[in-house]
T-cell receptor
Framework: AQTVTQSQPEMSVQEAETVTLSCTYDTSESDYYLFWYKQPPSRQMILVIRQEAYKQQNATENRFSVNFQKAAKSFSLKISDSQLGDAAMYFCAYSLSGYGGATNKLIFGTGTLLAVQP | KAGVTQTPRYLIKTRGQQVTLSCSPISGHRSVSWYQQTPGQGLQFLFEYFSETQRNKGNFPGRFSGRQFSNSRSEMNVSTLELGDSALYLC?????????????FGPGTRLTVT
């Protein structure tokens, strides 16, 4: 069975600084997706960034980037130039790869609560 | 384009009752998934529907059921409510299915069972 582990329940960062959130996962599959979702206090879950396992290049979305280490089954999220609006719960998630009729079931980690200090 | 909507947003029920939650996906989306979020168990997958067919189901008792209508709107039902069913129930929609397509989450329904 696939599992996702986030070992940092809480993290704190100063505004404008950089922070890295950790995530490890376990799977016997070779083709899958990894995601970072953000859940602000308003509770609406938002996709931050995603990575396809077969792509070696790390995904980047503006101030958000990942360090994907497939062999180590590690998928960390780096937030650069942290802003007050980045404060939220961050979930790492896994899903088997697929198109069209395939399932898109997400397996989530337990989350990391990020606080941004002004 | 309107986002995923869930109704009601808040609900208080008594143990033993049943409840129905509704999810309206983004227009054009045909896949809807449901998740339960609790402080103790985190985010857990309930089920997934695509074109009115349940495609996948999580490890939940039979008291949890769902369905999808021809307009892609989805409902989930919980019968014989237990205190442990208190949770935030999230639904997510995507264009078709498969993780290649981004899932968009609704704001959730907060269910409290007393």
């Amino acid at each position: 069975a696939q599992t996702v582990t986030q070992s940092q329940p809480e993290m704190s960062v100063q505004e404008a600084e950089t922070v890295t959130l950790s995530c490890t996962y376990d799977t016997s599959e070779s083709d899958y997706y990894l995601f970072w979702y953000k859940q602000p206090p308003s509770r609406q879950m938002i996709l931050v960034i995603r990575q396809e396992a077969y792509k070696q290049q790390n995904a980047t979305e503006n101030r958000f980037s990942v360090n994907f280490q497939k062999a180590a089954k590690s998928f960390s999220l780096k937030i650069s130039d942290s802003q007050l609006g980045d404060a939220a719960m961050y979930f790492c998630a896994y899903s088997l790869s697929g198109y069209g009729g395939a399932t898109n079931k997400l397996i989530f980690g337990t989350g990391t609560l990020l606080a941004v200090q002004p | 384009k309107a986002g995923v909507t869930q109704t009601p947003r808040y609900l208080i029920k008594t143990r033993g009752q049943q409840v129905t939650l509704s999810c309206s996906p983004i227009s054009g989306h045909r896949s809807v998934s449901w998740y339960q979020q609790t402080p103790g168990q985190g985010l857990q997958f309930l089920f997934e529907y695509f074109s009115e067919t349940q495609r996948n189901k999580g490890n939940f008792p039979g008291r949890f059921s769902g369905r999808q209508f021809s307009n892609s709107r989805s409902e989930m039902n919980v019968s014989t409510l237990e205190l442990g069913d208190s949770a935030l129930y999230l639904c997510a929609s995507s264009l078709v299915g498969g993780s290649a397509y981004e899932q968009y989450f609704g704001p959730g329904t907060r269910l409290t069972v007393t």
